[in-house]
Antibody, heavy 121, light 107 residues
């Protein structure tokens, strides 16, 4: 079955960058769009952006434009999300999620387990 | 951006109760509406996609309805494992946006 396994928790100083990985298994990696979504403590969800691995094309939310970079390595079936210029309000659980096929694009069918990123001096 | 508004933000119910959660979009999103369940400390789980299609493996007591700007998620007979927080999400256009969530608690 499809599994998305993310890298472990990170503690980062304000102003630094963090890079979270998401390794996929159980299906053809490059066929499906991978999105990144975050959830601040006790809060709802915020979509950050997505990548189509087979083309390498990306689409970012305006709120994160210029600070987030999403990449994918087809050879290892791994997607990455890098967030720069970290602030304390970037403290959140970051999830990768695989979207459905064409008609269900934008539907988050499979989720990683989440990675807690804490911004703290 | 499309704003998604859920109501209520929380509710208390007993096992066996019928529960309905509403989600409203700030503009028409056709049927591009999904529902997720999140239990404490866990990743969300897709329940309903395209407003009314049941995701594989999800019990039939969960139903979704609506189109345009108003949608509902109904749990026909609440089970102990259904106590969780539920979120709607629009997949009509980026940036994809979520409702604020509805926490279903035990009465």
């Amino acid at each position: 079955q499809v599994q998305l396994v993310q890298s472990g928790a990170e503690v980062k100083k304000p102003g630094s960058s963090v890079k979270v990985s998401c390794k996929a298994s159980g299906d053809t990696f490059s066929r499906y769009i991978i999105s990144w979504v975050r959830q601040a403590p006790g809060q709802g969800f915020e979509w950050m952006g997505r990548i189509i691995p087979i083309f390498g094309t990306t689409n970012y939310a305006q709120n994160f434009q210029g600070r987030v970079t999403i990449t994918a390595d087809e050879s290892t079936s791994t997607a990455y999300m890098e967030l720069s210029s970290l602030r304390s309000d970037d403290t959140a659980i970051y999830y990768c999620a695989r979207e459905g096929e064409t008609a269900a694009a934008g539907t988050f069918v499979y989720w990683g387990q989440g990675t807690l990123v804490t911004g703290s001096s | 951006d499309i704003q998604m508004t859920q109501s209520p933000s929380s509710l208390s119910a007993s096992a066996g109760d019928r529960v309905t959660i509403t989600c409203r979009a700030s503009q028409s999103i056709s049927s591009y509406l999904n529902w997720y369940q999140q239990k404490s400390g866990r990743a969300p789980k897709l329940l309903i996609y395209a407003a009314s299609s049941l995701q594989s493996g999800v019990p039939s007591r969960f139903t979704g309805s609506g189109s345009g700007t108003e949608f509902t998620l109904t749990i026909s007979s609440l089970q102990p494992e259904d106590f969780a927080t539920y979120y709607c999400q629009q997949s009509y256009s980026t940036p994809f946006t979520f409702g604020g969530g509805t926490k279903v608690e035990i009465k």
